[in-house]
């Protein structure tokens, strides 16, 4: 069965803290993406990676860096938290091969900056 | 013009009654689509992928895709209670696995 995990469910941090958002996934996908959800603004792509320590700018990379340093494992990092980064954090996996071009996602982070 | 676009809704759809969602999408050259249900505080699951002009069903589930008007709809059979939730259109953009997503219609089904 497939499986992402986030390492937090619920995160409360104050303006300025740097923060981590860790990513699992044990499907040996080679995709993975970070999303930010928003009411009324759906899934925007923050990044995403094809490859190990690869990475991609999505639409709204401002703020954000993010880490690629093993194929299971992704982590978006927060520089500096600021409030307007207050919203659900959703990690995702893909496979490009067969009729893999389905995310799958994690359970999502939902985070917020005080 | 947003990339993929939905009706926020609410859709509210009486009790094994049949419901519709829609998605229209702006690049004609998207080849890959997908509907995927969130239940609300939880992650997206897919429901379908529609590759092909025509009809897709799966169970309860139908996807309907129709390049030339650029737009995928997803109709639901004997709606059940169970089936609110929001439901969101994806589309591949280009060759490297990216989605670009809609906002979501959200499903409400009255018993």
């Known amino acids: 069965d497939v499986k992402v995990t986030q390492s937090s469910r619920y995160l409360v941090k104050r303006t300025g803290e740097k923060v981590f958002l860790e990513c699992v996934q044990d499907m040996d996908h080679e995709n993975m993406f970070w999303y930010r959800q928003d009411p009324g603004l759906g899934l925007r792509l923050i990044y995403f990676s094809y490859d190990v320590k690869m990475k991609e700018k999505g639409d709204i990379p401002e703020g954000y860096s993010v880490s690629r340093e093993k194929k299971e494992r992704f982590s978006l990092i927060l520089e500096s938290a600021s409030t307007n980064q207050t919203s659900m954090y959703l990690c995702a996996s893909s496979s490009p091969w067969g009729a893999g071009e389905t995310q799958y996602f994690g359970p999502g982070t939902r985070l917020l900056v005080l | 013009q947003k990339e993929v676009e939905q009706n926020s809704g609410p859709l509210s759809v009486p009790e094994g009654a049949i419901a519709s969602l829609n998605c229209t999408y702006s690049d004609r050259g998207s080849q890959s689509f997908f509907w995927y249900r969130q239940y609300s505080g939880k992650s997206p699951e897919l429901i379908m992928s529609i590759y092909s002009n025509g009809d897709k069903e799966d169970g309860r589930f139908t996807a309907q895709l129709n390049k030339a008007s650029q737009y995928v709809s997803l109709l639901i059979r004997d709606s059940q209670p169970s089936d609110s939730a929001t439901y969101l259109c994806?589309?591949?953009?280009?060759?490297?696995?990216?989605?670009?997503w809609g906002a979501g219609t959200k499903l409400i089904i009255k018993p």
């Open positions: 994806a589309v591949r953009k280009g060759s490297n696995y990216q989605l670009i």
